[in-house]
Antibody, heavy 121, light 112 residues
Framework: QVQLVQSGGEVMRPGASVKISCKTS????????VHWVRQVPGQGLEWMGI????????TYAQKFQGRVTMTRDMSTSTVYMELRSLRSEDTGVFFC??????????????WGQGALVTVSS | DVVLTQSPLSSPVILGQPASISCSSS???????????LSWLQQRPGQPPRLLIY???RRFSGVPDRFSGSGAGTDFTLQISRVEAEDVAIYYC?????????FGQGTRLEIK
C-alpha cells in the first residue's frame, strides 16, 4: 500500500537547520511529485515547494526561497526537506504529500504523518 | 498568489442534517489543460489532511458518498448530505492550478 513515512519531531535552536525525510513506498517513486506543506500551530496550511523525484527539479514558494532545499535519494525512494536559519516562527508541523506527474489522477492523495519541528532557545 | 476565501469559518450543524462550505477564488481556477484543480481536504485533530474531493467534483477512493463537490471558475462548494459525528474536523479548499499552491483558511465543522 502507498505510504509516506516521515522522520520524527525535532527541537532546534534558532539559527540552526533541520532536515526532514519522507520515505515513500508502495508506488513508482518517479511517477509522483512530492510537495512539502507547513502548518503553524493552530493555523492553516502553507505550501513550501515541490520536487520532481525523476529529475530532481524543484520549485520553492517565494517565502522560503534561499532557506529551503528539497532533495531526493532514488536508491531509497526518499525525499528530504532542509530548512535553514530557523526562527521561532518556523515552529510547526511539516507534511509531505504526493501528486501524480502529468496530472492524470488525484493530487495530494497521500500524506505523510507530519513532523513537528519546535524552534526554541 | 491565488487567494482562496472560505465561508463560513465555523459551521455548527445538527447530526443528520446537511452542511455546505463555500470557497471563493481571487481568479479563475480553470487550467489550460481543461481541468480545474480545486480540491477539498479534511483534517481531524492530530491528523494529516485527508483528500476528499479533487478536480472540483471527483470523490477520492474510500470517501463516503455523502461528500460532494461542485463549482467552476471562481466559486466552489463542498456539501455533506447528512453530517455524522466523524465529520467533525476542519475542512480546507486547495488550488493547484497556479503556483504557488494555496489553501483556504479552513472551516471548522462542529456539532450543534
Amino acid at each position: 500500500q502507498v505510504q509516506l513515512v516521515q522522520s520524527g519531531g525535532e527541537v532546534m535552536r534558532p539559527g540552526a537547520s533541520v532536515k526532514i525525510s519522507c520515505k515513500t513506498s508502495g508506488y513508482t517513486f518517479t511517477a509522483y511529485y512530492v510537495h512539502w506543506v507547513r502548518q503553524v500551530p493552530g493555523q492553516g496550511l502553507e505550501w513550501m515547494g515541490i520536487i520532481n523525484p525523476a529529475s530532481g527539479k524543484t520549485t520553492y514558494a517565494q517565502k522560503f526561497q534561499g532557506r529551503v532545499t528539497m532533495t531526493r535519494d532514488m536508491s531509497t525512494s526518499t525525499v528530504y526537506m532542509e530548512l535553514r536559519s530557523l526562527r521561532s516562527e518556523d515552529t510547526g508541523v511539516f507534511f509531505c504529500a504526493r501528486d501524480p506527474i502529468g496530472g492524470s489522477g488525484p493530487d495530494f492523495d497521500y500524506w505523510g504523518q507530519g513532523a513537528l519541528v519546535t524552534v526554541s532557545s | 498568489d491565488v487567494v482562496l476565501t472560505q465561508s463560513p469559518l465555523s459551521s455548527p450543524v445538527i447530526l443528520g442534517q446537511p452542511a455546505s462550505i463555500s470557497c471563493s477564488s481571487s481568479q479563475s481556477l480553470a487550467h489550460s489543460d481543461g481541468n480545474t484543480y480545486l480540491s477539498w481536504l479534511q483534517q481531524r485533530p492530530g491528523q494529516p489532511p485527508r483528500l476528499l474531493i479533487y478536480k472540483t467534483s471527483r470523490r477520492f477512493s474510500g470517501v463516503p458518498d455523502r461528500f460532494s463537490g461542485s463549482g467552476a471558475g471562481t466559486d466552489f462548494t463542498l456539501q455533506i448530505s447528512r453530517v455524522e459525528a466523524e465529520d467533525v474536523a476542519i475542512y480546507y479548499c486547495m488550488q493547484g492550478t497556479e503556483r504557488p499552491i494555496t489553501f483556504g483558511q479552513g472551516t471548522r465543522l462542529e456539532i450543534k
